[in-house]
Nanobody, 129 residues
Framework: QVQLVESGGASVQPGESLRLSCRAS????????VAWFRQTPGKEREAVAC????????RYADESQGRFTISRENAENTVYLQMTGLKPVDTAVYSC??????????????????????WGQGTQVTVAS
């Protein structure tokens, strides 16, 4: 079955860290760019970071720069999002996505949700004291 599954979300206090995982099954994730998005009720889905297929090309949203790190272990078919210095504003459902229906070259790294066609179900991150 072709799918993405996120894990690692939790309830933490401000200043703490989390590492989210996005594991693919049914295909080779290393052939594709992968992006992390987050969404809160009533707001449009917001890009967090994107990583190209070979891991060399990385993009971050301005709000994520300096605190979040995206990486991948293609041998594990997994992309990670390391989050440090978490703030209440980071509270959201975090989802990973890939452009599975396009050519599997992984050379583009769009930061718009409509550029992606395969999504995980999301994992909840809550930051509160």
């Amino acid at each position: 079955q072709v799918q993405l599954v996120e894990s690692g979300g939790a309830s933490v206090q401000p200043g703490e860290s989390l590492r989210l995982s996005c594991r693919a099954s049914g295909f080779t994730l290393g052939h594709y760019s992968v992006a992390w998005f987050r969404q809160t009720p009533g707001k449009e889905r917001e890009a967090v970071a994107c990583i190209k297929g070979n891991g060399d090309g990385i993009r971050y949203a301005d709000e994520s720069q300096g605190r979040f790190t995206i990486s991948r272990e293609n041998a594990e078919n997994t992309v990670y999002l390391q989050m440090t210095g978490l703030k209440p504003v980071d509270t959201a459902v975090y989802s990973c996505a890939t452009d599975w229906l396009v050519l599997p070259d992984g050379i583009n790294c769009p930061m718009k949700y409509y550029e992606y066609d395969l999504w995980g179900q999301g994992t909840q991150v809550t930051v509160a004291s």
